[in-house]
T-cell receptor, first 112, second 112 residues
Framework: DTEVTQTPKHLVMGMTNKKSLKCEQH?????MYWYKQKAKKPPELMFV???????INESVPSRFSPECPNSSLLNLHLHALQPEDSALYLC???????????FGQGTRLTVV | AQSVTQLGSHVSVSEGALVLLRCNYS??????LFWYVQYPNQGLQLLLK??????LVKGINGFEAEFKKSETSFHLTKPSAHMSDAAEYFC??????????FGKGTTLSVSS
């Protein structure tokens, strides 16, 4: 099984809402990632959980906060987002940070 | 730091023609190299990977890539394009201690 499952597939939220994106993998991978992708652009790394250690892209605003309840699950908590945060949010996992990453289908987020 | 350059943001071919998507990397040590494909509103799917074994790597859907250390290149080819190959293609490089670094992507269009 090389599947990374993301829920929900689509999300529309207001700027005052709080919502969470969920990601799950059962490949035994020890690294999981959140990426943000705008149209016609490459994925932009937001967060990495690797062997229970969190690494943050310093440019990511604090209205995004990751949570890793266990090695198979990765959440992304959203609070007070802005319209420019509308994008495709991708979760991925890999055995090691530099080995092949397996991606979920993404959550299409629209902030209104 | 590692970087990846994809030459040509948009490549157009006719159905049945050769597909050539270019990727150059910068690295002082042999890296791990990957090609991913992304269809609209979907996640990234791994096409193939180079991990210092054979320099000619075969992937899914008839694609292959050749690692050329002297040229620091990892170009993606397919002998005969199909309409279903139309998508966004990303080259990525992995090196110990960092998450994958993606190129800016190449949009492949296939006309009948």
């Amino acid at each position: 099984d090389t599947e990374v499952t993301q829920t929900p597939k689509h999300l529309v939220m207001g700027m005052t809402n709080k919502k969470s994106l969920k990601c799950e993998q059962h490949m035994g991978h020890r690294a999981m990632y959140w990426y943000k992708q705008k149209a016609k652009k490459p994925p932009e790394l937001m967060f990495v959980y690797s062997y229970e250690k969190l690494s943050i892209n310093e440019s990511v605003p604090s209205r995004f906060s990751p949570e890793c309840p266990n090695s198979s699950l990765l959440n992304l908590h959203l609070h007070a987002l802005q319209p420019e945060d509308s994008a495709l949010y991708l979760c991925a996992s890999s055995q090691l940070e530099y080995t092949e990453a397996f991606f979920g289908q993404g959550t299409r987020l629209t902030v209104v | 730091a590692q970087s990846v350059t994809q030459l040509g943001s948009h490549v157009s071919v006719s159905e049945g023609a050769l597909v050539l998507l270019r990727c150059n990397y910068s690295s002082s040590v042999p890296p791990y190299l990957f090609w991913y494909v992304q269809y609209p509103n979907q996640g990234l799917q791994l096409l193939l990977k180079y991990t210092s074994a054979a320099t000619l790597v075969k992937g899914i859907n008839g694609f292959e890539a050749e690692f050329k250390k002297s040229e620091t290149s990892f170009h993606l080819t397919k002998p005969s394009a199909h309409m279903s190959d139309a998508a966004e293609y990303f080259c990525a490089v992995g090196e110990a201690g960092t998450a994958l670094i993606f190129g800016k992507g190449t949009t492949l269009s296939v006309s009948s």
